[in-house]
């Protein structure tokens, strides 16, 4: 899968349709490579899903800093 990147995130705060990913469960699939682009190296991200608005959301996440999420979404 092609990934790109997203969003980072300092704020616990990422809405998707209206839906703040931190306020649902994520469901962890696996794990992917990928580059944090805040500190120029690669990182291990959890791939996740979850349901918004009953359609399933496929994301990528690592948190590079305390509270600090980087996020990436399928390309």
Not at 15 to 28: Q, R, T
Not at 34 to 53: G, S, Y
């Amino acid at each position: 899968m092609n990934w790109k990147l997203s969003k980072i995130v300092r704020n616990n705060t990422y809405m998707v349709d209206g839906v703040n990913l931190f306020d649902l469960e994520w469901k962890k699939e696996g794990q992917v490579e990928l580059k944090d682009v805040a500190h120029a190296m690669r990182r291990m991200f959890d791939v996740c899903t979850v349901e918004i608005n009953g359609k399933e959301f496929k994301f990528a996440v690592c948190e590079i800093a305390q509270n600090v999420f980087s996020f990436y979404v399928a390309a």
